[in-house]
C-alpha cells in the first residue's frame, strides 16, 4: 500500500478526494477505524479512497462528509469528479475510473495509438473523423484525453505495458507531421521506467487480437478487470472466465512481439520514414 506522502492531489480529482478525506480524518483526529465505524463502511474502502485507488460514490462522500463534519466539502469534491467524467461517454466512465486506481495497465493495440500515448494532435484527428462530430465536442474529448494521461507523470504512477501492431506504424493518420510527433511521442514515453512500448512485426503472421484492441487493469486488492474495444463503444468486465481469457490473449502476442529495443529501433525508422515524406 502506498504512503500516504506518496498521494499526490494534483494527479486527479479521484487522489484530491482521498488527500483531502485523510487530511480531515487527520485533523479529527480519527483512525481510519473510527472514520469507518462512524460512516459505516468497511477499514479497507477507507483506505483505499484515501490512497486514490477507489472513486468515491455519492453516498460514500456523503457519509464520511457528514461524519467528519466538513459541511459539504467532500461532497463538493465529488461533484467535481462527476464533471470530470461528464467529459467522457458514459459507457467509458466505469473504466476511466478503474484506470485512475490501476497499479498495472496491460494494452494490446492492432489500429491505432493507445489513448494513453496519443498527441493532442493525433487524438483530434480521430475524434474529428467520428459521424456527427462538432468542434466544441471534439476538443471536449481531447481534453479529456489529455487529463487521463496525467496517471503517467504522477509520482506513483502504473506500470504501463504497451504492444502495438505494426501497421500502427505506417498508418497516416491526419498528416506526415502528425505521425512523425506521434512516433516520437511513443519514443519518449518508452524512455519513462513505468512503461513498455512492444511491437508485433508484419512477419509474426499471428492473428491471435486481431479482432480488438483490449486493456487489462490491475488494481491492488481487486480482481482484474478488462476494457474490451468494440464497434462504437467499449465493453468492461470482471468476469473471472473473460479476465483469463483476454490474458491468455495478451501474453499471446506479447510472445510474439518484437524485444523493446528492436521494437522501438523499428518505431524510430518510421519516424523518420514520415519526417522525410
Sequence with gaps: MPRPSELDP?????????????????????????????????????????TGRRPPTEDFARRCDEALGVDG???????????????????????????????????????????????????RVLFSGEPRASAGGVERDVAARMERQRILERENPPMLWVVIDEGVLGRRIGDDAIMAAQLGRLLEAARLPHVTVQVLPFVAGSTVGLLGGF???????????????????????????????????????????????????????????????
Design 10 to 50: 494534483s494527479v486527479s480529482p479521484i487522489a484530491f478526494f482521498g488527500y483531502e478525506l485523510r487530511r480531515y480524518r487527520q485533523e479529527a483526529g480519527l483512525t481510519q477505524s473510527k472514520l469507518a465505524s462512524r460512516a459505516g463502511f468497511a477499514l479497507g474502502t477507507i483506505s483505499m479512497a484515501e
Design 73 to 123: 466539502a467532500l461532497i463538493r469534491i465529488k461533484e467535481m469528479i462527476d464533471n470530470v467524467s461528464a467529459r467522457l461517454p458514459a459507457w467509458f466512465r466505469p473504466w476511466a475510473e478503474i484506470e485512475q486506481t490501476a497499479e498495472v495497465l496491460r494494452t494490446w493495440e492492432p489500429l491505432i495509438v493507445p489513448g494513453l500515448l496519443q498527441t493532442e494532435d493525433y487524438a
Design 215 to 277: 486493456v487489462i487493469a490491475q488494481v491492488r486488492g481487486l480482481a482484474n478487470t478488462v476494457y474490451m474495444e468494440s464497434a462504437g463503444q467499449g465493453q468492461v468486465t470482471d468476469r473471472p472466465d473473460d479476465v483469463a481469457d483476454i490474458t491468455t490473449k495478451y501474453e499471446a502476442i506479447r510472445a510474439e512481439a518484437l524485444p523493446q529495443r528492436a521494437s522501438l529501433e523499428l518505431v524510430r525508422e518510421m519516424r523518420d520514414r514520415w519526417i522525410g515524406n
